[in-house]
């Protein structure tokens, strides 16, 4: 609301509180007067505050013309070249007529064609893409240029030049790639994609099926969608994407680039309205490192984590369910800032955390080597540990602390038959020498254990946050629970290399 329309709303009301102070409502007339006064004031602040609203609405844009003459000379056709062998079919294969001209061949008179040793041939596959610096830097997705020998890029005058590889993020889908032009070039800028709100309009402009600088416009649908990966950070939209338009770019109406095209979801192959691109935050900080290193450098915390539920929520003390539960710590930058098992990270570097996908995408941005404060909550109370990051690309994988094993034993209870963990056990479930802990044997279909997942062949090796390797020591954790009046018990399951945290009731076996 501009100055001048608060101005009049506040003389309205002004006017209303008037004619109510100075009326007699024991006069039928001044109160006839009063009413129709207080009728057209009241009119008069309706419109008033109408009018904003009004004008709100009309945003929407009666044509996406201009700023498509706005961004039109930075969006690229990608055309890639490959070398195949030529059994093997090619980037743009799929020609209902190849079987048929195949099983010709092989019915011929003579019979078929004796088998030719594999000849290469040249496949070639399309794409888009969009300029970003006056330079030449031109982002596109990794799948667009996969494998390729050569790649050129179409601008929308027309010029074709030769572009090299600077680096790919297969984990984004992205890729940066570079072009020598004789003159600086027209480039379109990243928005801010968390800016954007569901119902936005967007723009997506590429090279759908080969038909070459197509515009197609719509509204998002959803933001931070997740498909398959760890730092999916999905725009979806309603804007026609098709194949070809992979690595294109997706704008908000300022024409800033707030999403790469990247994927569709379709049974025929086709648009049917559910497309998504890869968020502007997520690929702008991709890209910055591609640009400066050739290869990404995310930052490596070293734990395994899940997420909090309510019933983990209350076994662990939290008030309500929040953070990442950690799982295990193997040797890494986490362990030796002493980060241990059944901690749940509830801040990083100051950003609150509240589940295990964010955890893992904050720390993928974070740089490595930066020393940050990692808040956790252990035993009740909440304390901050320093911790200096690793770089996840060159992390090892996680090998679990040593344990020792007892003499075999078994006992049921909660739904689970559990045994300690013998070296023929071992050699049955595939565990090294130093995995320590009781195996389950059994699983009650009816009980909350096996709601929860618990199947034979995992191993426990934590009962109510206290390591166990025996029996004894797994019944007494869940009587120690019972007599504090606890009613959720904790075990750390194990299932090959993964583990997670599972809250199981108290209240019946």
Do not use: C
Not at 24 to 52: E, H, K, M, N, Y
Not at 82 to 94: D, K, Q, V
Not at 218 to 237: C, H, K, P
Not at 377 to 401: I, K, S
Request: hydrophobic share 40%; net charge negative.
């Amino acid at each position: 609301m501009t100055s001048t329309e608060l101005a009049a709303l506040r003389a309205a009301l002004w006017y209303l509180r008037r004619i109510i102070l100075t009326t007699d409502i024991t006069s039928p007339r001044p109160v006839g007067d009063a009413f129709r006064a207080l009728q057209a004031a009241a009119l008069g602040v309706a419109l008033t505050v109408a009018a904003p609203l009004a004008a709100a609405a009309q945003t929407q844009p009666d044509t996406f013309a201009d700023l498509v003459d706005q961004v039109s000379d930075s969006v690229v056709n990608i055309t890639t070249n490959t070398t195949i062998a030529s059994a093997e079919r090619g980037p743009n294969s799929g020609n209902p007529l190849e079987d048929f001209f195949e099983e010709f061949r092989n019915q011929r008179p003579d019979g078929p064609t004796p088998p030719v040793p594999p000849q290469s041939r040249r496949g070639s596959a399309l794409g888009s893409g969009f300029v970003i610096s006056e330079d030449g830097y031109i982002v596109t997705n990794n799948h667009v240029i996969e494998n390729a020998d050569e790649i050129t890029i179409e601008f929308y005058s027309g010029e074709e030049l030769d572009a090299e590889l600077i680096g790919t993020d297969p984990n984004t889908d992205i890729a940066l790639l570079k072009v020598d032009a004789p003159e600086a070039m027209e480039f379109v800028p990243f928005g801010d994609s968390d800016a954007m709100r569901t119902g936005d309009w967007v723009m997506a402009m590429g090279n759908p099926l080969g038909q070459g600088f197509s515009v197609s416009a719509g509204i998002v649908s959803a933001r931070e969608r997740e498909l398959q990966g760890a730092y999916d950070d999905y725009i979806q939209t309603d804007a026609a994407i098709n194949r070809g338009n992979s690595g294109g770019p997706l704008f908000n109406l300022d024409g800033e680039v707030i999403g790469v095209n990247t994927a569709i979801l379709s049974p025929t192959g086709g648009s049917i309205g559910i497309g998504f691109a890869m968020s502007s935050n997520v690929v702008t900080n991709v890209v910055d490192q591609l640009r400066e290193y050739g290869e990404t450098r995310r930052g490596w915390l070293g734990v395994r984590i899940q997420d909090v539920d309510d019933e983990l929520a209350d076994a662990l003390g939290l008030e309500k369910a929040r953070g990442a539960l950690v799982t295990d710590v193997p040797e890494g930058p986490a362990r030796e800032a002493g980060i241990e098992a059944r901690d749940v990270i509830v801040s990083f570097d100051g950003t609150e955390i509240d589940s295990t996908r964010q955890l893992v995408r904050t720390v993928g941005n974070a740089p490595v080597d930066k020393a940050v404060r990692v808040t956790v909550f252990r035993d009740g109370e909440t304390q901050t540990l320093l911790v200096t990051l690793g770089r996840r690309e060159e992390a090892e994988r996680a090998v679990p602390a040593s344990m020792n094993s007892e003499d075999p034993a078994e006992t049921t209870t909660l739904g689970l038959t559990v045994s300690t963990l013998t070296d023929e056990v071992r050699a049955e479930l595939g565990l090294d020498d130093e995995a320590a802990g009781l195996v389950v044997t059994d699983v009650d279909p009816d009980s909350a254990a096996y709601e929860k997942g618990i199947a034979a062949g995992d191993l426990i090796e934590q009962a109510g946050q206290v390591d166990v390797t025996s029996v004894s020591e797994f019944e007494d954790r869940i009587e120690e629970a019972r007599d504090a009046g606890q009613k959720t018990f904790l075990l750390l399951v194990r299932r090959g290399e993964d583990a997670r945290f599972v809250a199981i009731p108290l209240d019946g076996e």
